[in-house]
């Protein structure tokens, strides 16, 4: 995501809660400080369907937003 | 290469504070620069020592470590191997052994973040491993011995310091493991039936190397009774097949570390590594009924689609993907155990020599001496 973003698309990072630090530290290590982190409920791994699908609810409006913010 | 004193007198490279142990203790707790244990303070007059055996440029970097991709300057894995109590003569192996998870098939940046229980887990072979005294004998993978416990420590270390493994952030873990502390041992080559790791991966038997393994702690394989080959592989392969490990899923190394006794009686049976290796990649198995209704349908069913889509629920589950992947050694000291030690998933051993700066194999560490 990090060469993606450098290269001038628009990029982000589906991360849950527990792995924001991380996220966040490694946007800066890879030199894109602000790659968009879209926030959802860990965890991510061992989830039914259903599951999955709320998380897909809620990081969907994020993605939307940077999408229209990047492009306006 | 720039002098140590100019270096040190660089901005940023040295902090400082009360120089009673306990007020550097507790400001290296502050920060967050140690593994929660006491250290030695990292002074300059210490640090300057601690590099009396090394010939490479003290700025120059080994290796990045990830995840931070901090540079892994001579300089600083010297404050680091005094923090742990390293002599001297032992910095070169930690060198050596950054180096080495620093190679692409180790996968540093994986094994530093994932939330797996793994820790490098540092073997060596050749003379200087016995010249500077890492313990092969009793107690291997336990405590007491310095050199075992200042070499791990001092890797683990660099690891979070310059690498920024910390707990939460940069090191995912979910609960870790204490091998994190330390992890490292010698072959026990004079006790082994067989050829010592280093001359099996075809270096020289006078060579010194690391081999170094993205390994959880050990497994212990009790057998007090069997007195045969098969016997005691029987045993190791029923401590091997474990559901919850990432070796049935994944192209890791696990390492089956051979007490000394156990290793005598399986090559008394005829019995090489090579065969060795053989034997428990054919029955180190497990049938997929043993796992979840959920793990066979998602992990065996769909990821790996192409060897078990279709197969029977009696499928045979390797612990390892062909015979050369596992890792035979022999340490430790009398008794009937041996050890089986898993891995990472995504990972490969990495074996590396300690060579001179001028590429030449170093066959004493006295040989490293400045000056």
Known sequence: MAQLTKRGLIAAV?????????????????????????????????LNMDKVRERAAVALPQLLKVVKEKQS | MSSLSTMLASPGTMVQCDDDP?????????????????????TPARVERMLAYCDRDFDKPVAKIPPRFGAATPIRVAANAVMAGCKPEYFPL???????????????????????????????NGPIAREIGINAGHNVMGNYFRANAAIGRA???ALVNIGAAIPGIGDMATAGTPAKFTFCVAENEAAS?????????????????????????????????????????????GTMTI??????????????????????????????????????????????????????????????SDQYANAPLDAPVRMFAKPDDLIVIVTGGAGKHSAYIPTFGNTRSVTQPLRRADGELVKSIQELKRG
């Open chain 1, 14 to 46: 589906v991360c849950s809660d527990s792995f924001m630090k991380l996220g966040t530290a490694q946007a800066k290590v890879f030199g894109v400080p602000d790659l968009p982190l879209l926030k959802i409920q860990h965890p991510l791994g061992g």
């Open chain 2, 22 to 42: 306990e007020a550097v203790y507790e400001f290296l707790c502050e920060k967050g620069w140690n593994d929660g244990l006491p250290v030695i303070p990292p």
């Open chain 2, 94 to 124: 930690v060198l050596l052994a950054l180096e080495a998870m620093a190679e692409e098939p180790y996968n540093l940046y994986g094994t530093q973040a994932t939330t797996h229980p793994c820790t490098p887990m540092l073997i060596f």
């Open chain 2, 155 to 157: 890797v683990r270390l």
């Open chain 2, 193 to 237: 039936p067989w050829e010592p790791l280093h001359v099996e991966l075809g270096f020289p038997q006078d060579a010194s190397t690391v081999t170094v393994i993205a390994a959880e702690g050990p497994h212990n394989i009790n057998d007090h009774e069997s007195i045969t080959a098969e016997g005691i592989l029987t045993m190791t392969a």
């Open chain 2, 243 to 304: 559901t919850g490990s990432n070796n049935a899923y994944y192209a890791g190394q696990p390492c089956v570390a051979f007490g000394p006794e156990h290793a005598q009686t399986v090559a008394g049976g005829g019995m090489s590594k090579a065969d060795v290796k053989k034997w428990l990649f054919e029955r180190a198995t497990l049938p997929m009924s043993r796992f979840s209704q959920e793990g066979i349908e998602r992990r065996f069913r769909r990821k790996l």
